[in-house]
């Protein structure tokens, strides 16, 4: 996978890799209305119980995507998914504070843009 787009992250004793995907973005975006509205939420959580299961949701939805890509590329060897109920009992919030920082990364690294200029101007000097 391209390291570029992904972020790791540990939980028990096993690494999963964060990806966003096109098809975790339709999701996000359903649920909070895009992706920019995705932090104001997680700032603005009503209370602690609410942010928690926001970022359990989003660490179960990023970390499945290259388990399901995975499964679509080995059919013969699939992984189990994670649900949010194995990431909250193998987890800590201390853990979840570190996974927020994976989660901007994954985001982040899903959505930047690699801009190259060119190395000559193709417009005469004037003068």
């Given at each position: 996978?391209?390291?570029?787009?992904?972020?790791?992250?540990?939980?028990?004793?096993?690494?999963?890799?964060?990806?966003?995907?096109?098809?975790?973005?339709?999701?996000?975006?359903?649920?909070?209305?895009?992706?920019?509205?995705?932090?104001?939420?997680?700032?603005?959580?009503?209370?602690?119980?609410?942010?928690?299961?926001?970022?359990?949701?989003?660490?179960?939805?990023?970390?499945?995507?290259?388990?399901?890509?995975?499964?679509?590329?080995?059919?013969?060897?699939?992984?189990?998914?994670?649900t949010e109920d194995v990431?909250e009992l193998l987890t800590t919030p201390?853990?979840?504070?570190?996974?927020?920082?994976?989660?901007?990364?994954?985001?982040?690294?899903?959505?930047?843009?690699?801009?190259?200029?060119?190395?000559?101007?193709?417009?005469?000097?004037?003068?």
């Amino acid at each position: 996978m391209d390291n570029e787009r992904i972020a790791v992250i540990t939980i028990g004793d096993e690494e999963y890799t964060l990806l966003l995907t096109t098809k975790a973005t339709k999701e996000i975006a359903g649920r909070y209305g895009g992706l920019e509205n995705l932090g104001e939420k997680l700032m603005k959580s009503e209370n602690f119980e609410m942010a928690i299961g926001e970022i359990v949701w989003l660490i179960t939805l990023l970390a499945n995507q290259s388990i399901l890509i995975h499964n679509l590329k080995d059919k013969e060897h699939p992984k189990e998914l994670l649900t949010e109920d194995v990431v909250e009992l193998l987890t800590t919030p201390l853990d979840l504070a570190g996974y927020k920082t994976a989660i901007t990364e994954a985001l982040y690294k899903g959505t930047k843009r690699n801009v190259e200029s060119e190395k000559e101007s193709k417009n005469a000097q004037v003068g």
